[in-house]
C-alpha cells in the first residue's frame, strides 16, 4: 500500500509545462477556479492560458492536455486555486479585435499568438491576478510564497515579472510568472504592443510576448514595471546533475521552478538526461527535480504528497 502511495505521489505531476494548448472540457471539470477574485474560500488563485494549437499532433495535444492536469494538481497542492483562461476570455476585451489586427501580423506561428493573447485574457479579470506558463511548477513549501500573501497581489498591484534574465546581466522579462491588477495588465498590454519593431539592441523583430518584454525593459522607461526574481531556471536546477545539494540555500526563498523547453536539450548535452528525451518529458523530469529539491535540502511536504495522491486517485 506504501510504495502504491509514493508511486501515485510520484506520477502527479509527470506531465505539465508550457505556455497553450488545448482548452479540453475534462481539464476544465477539475478545476475550482471558476470566478474572478483574487481568492476562493481564503486560496488564492494561479491563472494559465490553454488553447487548442491546430498545427500540432494528436499525441502532442494529448501529452499538453496531460501537461496542464500535473500543472494544476501541482499548484492546488501548494494551497492555490486554478483558473484556465481561455479564447472565450479574450474575446471578452473590449479591444479584442484592434489587439487581434495589431499581434497577428507580427507573429510567426500560432503558439506566439496565443501567448500575446493571454495577457488581453487577464486584461477581462475584474481584479487581474497571477498567471503562470504551465511548466512553471511551484517549488515544496508549506509556504509556497514565503512571507508574503498570495491573496494580494505583490507591489500593490502594480504589474510584476518574477522572472528575469536569459544570461548575464541581460535584460529582464521572462513570462513564466507574473502579476498585476486588471489596470496594469491593460497597461501592459498596449506597452508590449508598440515593441512590434526592431530591437534595439540586437536589431532582431519582436515576434513574441518574451521579446517584448525585454526590448520595454531595455527602454528608456527603466521602472516601466517591476522585477522580482523567484523563479528558478531550469537550466540551473539541472545543472549539477540534478543535485540541490549546493543550491538549497540559494533557492530556499524561491517560488517556482521555470521548466522550458531549452531546459531539454541542455539536459541531453550535458548527459543528465537520456538522449531520446523529448519536449514531452518535461514534467516527468520537473517531477524529479521537484522531489530531490525536497529530499536533499530537508522540506518535508507529506500534506503536498497526501494531495498529489489523492488527484490521482480522483482522476
Not at 513564466?176 to 523583430?205: A, C, H, V, Y
Not at 529539491?293 to 489523492?310: F, I, Y
Request: glycine residues 8%; aromatic residues 10%; contains cysteine.
Amino acid at each position: 500500500m506504501f510504495a502504491k502511495t509514493v508511486v501515485k505521489s510520484i506520477l502527479f505531476l509527470i506531465f505539465a509545462l508550457s505556455c497553450h494548448a488545448e482548452e479540453a472540457a475534462q481539464g476544465r471539470t477539475m478545476l475550482r477556479g471558476t470566478n474572478t477574485k483574487n481568492n476562493i474560500g481564503g486560496r488564492p488563485v494561479m491563472h494559465t492560458f490553454y488553447v487548442s494549437i491546430d498545427t500540432k499532433s494528436k499525441e502532442e495535444q494529448n501529452a499538453d492536455r496531460q501537461l496542464l492536469s500535473a500543472w494544476s494538481s501541482a499548484w492546488q497542492a501548494s494551497g492555490w486555486d486554478v483558473r484556465i483562461l481561455g479564447m472565450e476570455d479574450v474575446v471578452k476585451h473590449p479591444n479584442y479585435e484592434n489587439l487581434d489586427k495589431l499581434i497577428t501580423p507580427h507573429v510567426n506561428n500560432e503558439y506566439n499568438k496565443f501567448c500575446f493573447f493571454r495577457w488581453i485574457a487577464m486584461g477581462t479579470l475584474p481584479q487581474g491576478g497571477f498567471m503562470s506558463d504551465y511548466d512553471t511548477f511551484p517549488l515544496p513549501s508549506s509556504k509556497p510564497f514565503g512571507d508574503a500573501n498570495p491573496n494580494e497581489l505583490p507591489n500593490n498591484g502594480r504589474f510584476t515579472v518574477f522572472d528575469g534574465q536569459v544570461r548575464g546581466d541581460g535584460p529582464h522579462g521572462i513570462p513564466s510568472l507574473m502579476s498585476g491588477s486588471r489596470r496594469e495588465w491593460n497597461r501592459m498590454i498596449t506597452s508590449i504592443t508598440k515593441q512590434f519593431k526592431t530591437d534595439p539592441e540586437n536589431t532582431e523583430l519582436v515576434t513574441t510576448d518574451m521579446l517584448a518584454l525585454m526590448a520595454l525593459d531595455r527602454s528608456n522607461e527603466a521602472d516601466f514595471y517591476e522585477y522580482d526574481q523567484k523563479i528558478v531556471n531550469g537550466l540551473g536546477a539541472i545543472g549539477a546533475g540534478r543535485d540541490w545539494g549546493e543550491k538549497c540555500e540559494e533557492y530556499r526563498g524561491f517560488y517556482a521552478v521555470h521548466f522550458a523547453h531549452t531546459t531539454i536539450r541542455y539536459g541531453i548535452k550535458k548527459g543528465v538526461f537520456p538522449p531520446n528525451t523529448t519536449a514531452d518529458d518535461r514534467a516527468m523530469l520537473v517531477s524529479d527535480l521537484i522531489r530531490q529539491w525536497a529530499k536533499r535540502c530537508g522540506v518535508v511536504e507529506h500534506q503536498v504528497m497526501d494531495s498529489q495522491s489523492q488527484a490521482i486517485e480522483n482522476q
